[in-house]
Each structure stands twice: as C-alpha cells, then as structure tokens.
C-alpha cells in the first residue's frame, strides 16, 4: 500500500535555529498538508499546498513556518527560527482530491531544547 | 473554539468485548466524516469515512454510525483485541481541511 514517507522521524534543535522537515507524499496525490501534535494535545491542521502554492493555513502558520515542493516529489517544512513551543509531532500527508483519501506519515518529532 | 468534542475522554476494557465511542460536532456543512486511530507516536491511520448521507460504515471490528440531524458520531468495536490499544479520533472534514477532536483513548486489557 503507498506511504507517505517522512524524515526525519526525531529531530533535536537548539532554539533559534532552522530547522527542514521533510516529506515524500503519495505519487500520485495533489494535495499536500502540514499537521502537528503537540504532546497531549490534539491534531491541528498548519496548511494545505496544491498546485504550487498554499490553499490555505491557519494561524498558527505564521512568518517563521514556510513550505516548499523543491522537485516533483519531495514537500518540506522549514522552520526558520524554532521556539520551545514549536516542539511537537509534525505529520505530513497528501490526498488525491481535495476531501478525500488523506493518507498520514508517521511523523517527526521535533524537540527545541 | 472546538468543532469536534469526543467522549469518554479514556476507556479501559477487557479483551473480547465491545465498546463504544462517541463524537459530536459543529462544524456544518461538512463534506465527510472520518474516524482514525492512532497509536502513540505514530500518524493516524483511516478507519471509516463517511459523506452526511451515509449512516453508518464498517471496516472489520469496527463500525460507525452517523446522525447528521443531531450532529452525533459513534464508532463501535466489537471483540477488542490488545491491538486495538490506541487513541480513536473523530475528524470532521470541510473541502481539504480535516478538524480533529481531542481522541478517546482505549485500553485494551488482557
């Protein structure tokens, strides 16, 4: 069965620093998303990507958080200056119409110490 | 504000029984209704799917229903193996944009 792939699985940072999470969705998907999870808390949606350019994001997606389709199958997350806050599960995943099909990666772990 | 509430918040059962686990929501109109299940440090994996006209949907031991009028979702799991240890979550979709609730999280004991 097709995987959404994501790496790393564990990242540690230091605060400040950039961090890139990386992502190779579903071959065959157009639309590409960003999630976290921080630890006991609930899943929230950061943004949707298609056709090249984000369809949407939420609030928490601000100035630091950027994302990018750099070649036609890898989706990443940078991350340009971290924050203690930011540590948190990321998911990745993809679908191949726009409210159907969602396939998740299993996640990196970012911790910012 | 949470569009998605799930209850019991935990639940622990023996092996080989049923269980069931409930969601209400807000958000409306709303194009499906999902139920994934995620175990710890891992990305949630799909259970069931389900557009508002649909009333109920099964995946094996697992069965959803879902009342639009009232806005209420359940998922049941019938003869609960250990495996079946994981967070349960109620997400609600509108176009791409999946709204997740908070998760029940199942125990299952030997």
């Known amino acids: 069965e097709p995987e959404v792939t994501q790496t790393p699985s564990h990242q540690v940072t230091q605060m400040g620093q950039e961090v890139i999470l990386r992502c190779v969705p579903i071959s065959n998907h157009l639309y590409f998303y960003w999630y976290r999870q921080i630890l006991g808390q609930k899943v929230e949606f950061l943004v949707s990507?298609?056709?090249?350019?984000?369809?949407?994001k939420s609030e928490i997606f601000d100035d630091q958080f950027s994302v990018e389709r750099p070649d036609g199958s890898n989706f990443t997350l940078k991350i340009r200056s971290t924050k203690l806050e930011d540590s948190a599960m990321y998911f990745c995943a993809s679908s191949s119409s726009d409210n159907y099909g969602y396939t998740f990666g299993s996640g990196t772990r970012l911790t910012v110490v | 504000k949470n569009q998605v509430e799930q209850s019991p918040q935990s639940l622990i059962i023996l092996e080989g029984k049923n269980c069931t686990l409930q969601c209400n929501y807000t958000v409306s109109p709303f194009s499906n209704l999902r139920w994934y299940k995620q175990d710890t440090g891992r990305g949630p994996v799909s259970l069931t799917i389900?557009?508002?006209?649909?009333n109920t949907k099964s995946n094996g031991r697992y069965t959803a229903t879902l009342d639009a009028d009232t806005k209420q979702s359940s998922l049941h799991i019938t003869a609960s193996q250990l495996s079946d240890s994981a967070s349960y979550i109620c997400?609600?979709?509108?176009?791409?944009?999946?709204?997740f609730g908070a998760g029940t999280t199942v125990t299952v004991r030997a």
């Open positions: 990507f298609y056709n090249n350019e984000i369809s949407e």
């Open positions: 997400v609600v979709s509108l176009d791409y944009k999946l709204s």
């Open positions: 389900m557009t508002f006209s649909e």
